[in-house]
């Protein structure tokens, strides 16, 4: 019996699935924002990528921001870290993901040495005593942080991966899925404990799938989060292989779960959920993260909106495009400018280091529109003040809007 023909949707009908997939479709609400919307978001995108840059807010509170507007951030820590309804792990990079999700990543907790990293594969070979004794600490006294341990540093340059010992067969255990983080310090430190006392007994007692089964429902959780996605979008969500990938979405398109599409302009075979929400228009108005999973795949971005971006936080100061810390600036249903942002705590002021609009766009439009969420951003953040350095195309119509209406903290 020959195949059915795929079906063929337009590009823009592809980006609105995409973003309604998302959850810009819908508005945001209007009262006051609570663990049921964060849960709901939470099992939407089904993965939140943690980052520790902290010069606007630390990434993982911005996906809510963006969907859900100026909601408190205490209420988000309360979610993870005292309800334990979502666990940290390396899914698409450190993510925290919804707890149900859990037996799904056992295969790759139980495959730590080929899916970790050097220095925990090392450590775990050369001195499983040390790491022993490391997880009977835990297990006899308690929550661990990394600089409880008596340990020093490597005397190598570089902060962020120059762990010491004791940091490494920590980070060895929680990638095992022996421990897991109870919580995040002030400082964004790793808090370590015995898996079976953070998450809930349900889910620690869960039986554990074949790993064909756990991947395929990793997939079948990307493609509804993407709405429609490439076979490398669907990978790319929990970091998958390509063999894995491949064989999990050929399964779900034969039991009806996943629907082969064409989408003008892509040039590559595509999978829509069947699901997925078909909105006529998006009326979005979002910041949105780096790292946030609308446009954390740079490909992904480029092909659905046109819309070339780059982290440049590694970029020499001279050789930047557009900022250190740049979001981009989603407005109906297209990214219409990038703003590079800086939380300046001390002064009280939501600092626009930069700003730039895409070609074609409406430019009084744009900044109007972009003024208003920079004030809610600056009221969310706690900060008195937007303010504009004047670089960028746009800084000059941003400017002319924003003095008329000066940010008040709620």
């Given at each position: 019996?020959?195949?059915?023909?795929?079906?063929?949707?337009?590009?823009?009908?592809?980006?609105?699935?995409?973003?309604?997939?998302?959850?810009?479709?819908?508005?945001?609400?209007?009262?006051?924002?609570?663990?049921?919307?964060?849960?709901?978001?939470?099992?939407?995108?089904?993965?939140?990528?943690?980052?520790?840059?902290?010069?606007?807010?630390?990434?993982?509170?911005?996906?809510?921001?963006?969907?859900?507007?100026?909601?408190?951030?205490?209420?988000?820590?309360?979610?993870?870290g005292r309800r334990h309804e979502v666990f940290?792990?390396?899914?698409h990079e450190a993510s925290y993901l919804p707890?149900?999700?859990?037996?799904?990543?056992?295969?790759?907790?139980?495959?730590?040495?080929?899916?970790?990293?050097?220095?925990?594969?090392?450590?775990?070979?050369?001195?499983?005593?040390?790491?022993?004794?490391?997880?009977?600490?835990?297990?006899?006294?308690?929550?661990?942080?990394?600089?409880?341990?008596?340990?020093?540093?490597?005397?190598?340059?570089?902060?962020?991966?120059?762990?010491?010992?004791?940091?490494?067969?920590?980070?060895?255990?929680?990638?095992?899925?022996?421990?897991?983080?109870?919580?995040?310090?002030?400082?964004?430190?790793?808090?370590?404990?015995?898996?079976?006392?953070?998450?809930?007994?349900?889910?620690?007692?869960?039986?554990?799938?074949?790993?064909?089964?756990?991947?395929?429902?990793?997939?079948?959780?990307?493609?509804?989060?993407?709405?429609?996605?490439?076979?490398?979008?669907?990978?790319?969500?929990?970091?998958?292989?390509?063999?894995?990938?491949?064989?999990?979405?050929?399964?779900?398109?034969?039991?009806?779960?996943?629907?082969?599409?064409?989408?003008?302009?892509?040039?590559?075979?595509?999978?829509?959920?069947?699901?997925?929400?078909?909105?006529?228009?998006?009326?979005?108005?979002?910041?949105?993260?780096?790292?946030?999973?609308?446009?954390?795949?740079?490909?992904?971005?480029?092909?659905?909106?046109?819309?070339?971006?780059?982290?440049?936080?590694?970029?020499?100061?001279?050789?930047?495009?557009?900022?250190?810390?740049?979001?981009?600036f989603l407005l109906g249903d297209r990214l219409?400018?990038?703003?590079?942002?800086?939380?300046?705590?001390?002064?009280?002021?939501?600092?626009?280091?930069?700003?730039?609009?895409?070609?074609?766009?409406?430019?009084?439009?744009?900044?109007?529109?972009?003024?208003?969420?920079?004030?809610?951003?600056?009221?969310?953040?706690?900060?008195?003040?937007?303010?504009?350095?004047?670089?960028?195309?746009?800084?000059?119509?941003?400017?002319?809007?924003?003095?008329?209406?000066?940010?008040?903290?709620?």
């Amino acid at each position: 019996m020959p195949a059915p023909t795929a079906e063929r949707l337009p590009a823009a009908l592809a980006r609105r699935i995409a973003l309604a997939a998302q959850g810009f479709a819908e508005p945001r609400p209007a009262g006051i924002v609570d663990s049921r919307q964060l849960r709901r978001t939470t099992e939407r995108l089904g993965v939140v990528q943690i980052d520790s840059v902290n010069v606007v807010s630390r990434s993982h509170y911005l996906p809510y921001f963006s969907r859900l507007g100026g909601y408190r951030r205490p209420v988000l820590d309360d979610f993870i870290g005292r309800r334990h309804e979502v666990f940290e792990f390396w899914a698409h990079e450190a993510s925290y993901l919804p707890v149900r999700l859990h037996p799904h990543l056992r295969w790759r907790m139980a495959a730590a040495e080929e899916q970790a990293w050097g220095s925990m594969v090392r450590i775990q070979r050369e001195r499983p005593g040390y790491v022993a004794e490391v997880l009977d600490r835990v297990r006899e006294s308690g929550p661990l942080k990394a600089s409880d341990l008596a340990e020093q540093r490597p005397d190598r340059p570089g902060q962020m991966w120059n762990w010491h010992a004791g940091k490494v067969a920590l980070e060895w255990l929680f990638y095992t899925g022996a421990l897991t983080a109870r919580a995040r310090t002030t400082s964004f430190e790793r808090v370590y404990d015995l898996t079976e006392r953070v998450l809930p007994a349900a889910v620690v007692q869960a039986p554990t799938p074949e790993p064909a089964d756990a991947v395929r429902e990793l997939v079948r959780t990307a493609a509804r989060a993407l709405g429609v996605a490439t076979e490398r979008d669907l990978r790319d969500y929990f970091r998958l292989r390509p063999a894995q990938a491949q064989q999990a979405i050929a399964e779900l398109e034969e039991a009806g779960e996943l629907a082969p599409v064409e989408v003008a302009g892509w040039g590559v075979p595509a999978w829509l959920d069947p699901a997925a929400r078909r909105p006529r228009w998006i009326r979005a108005r979002a910041l949105l993260s780096p790292f946030d999973s609308l446009v954390w795949e740079r490909p992904r971005v480029e092909r659905i909106f046109g819309f070339r971006y780059r982290l440049e936080i590694y970029t020499p100061a001279a050789q930047r495009v557009h900022g250190y810390y740049v979001l981009p600036f989603l407005l109906g249903d297209r990214l219409v400018a990038r703003a590079d942002l800086k939380a300046d705590r001390q002064a009280g002021v939501l600092r626009v280091q930069a700003v730039h609009a895409e070609e074609g766009v409406d430019r009084a439009e744009v900044a109007d529109a972009l003024a208003a969420e920079l004030r809610l951003a600056a009221s969310w953040l706690e900060l008195d003040d937007v303010a504009v350095a004047g670089r960028g195309d746009l800084a000059a119509d941003l400017t002319s809007v924003l003095p008329a209406r000066r940010t008040v903290v709620a």
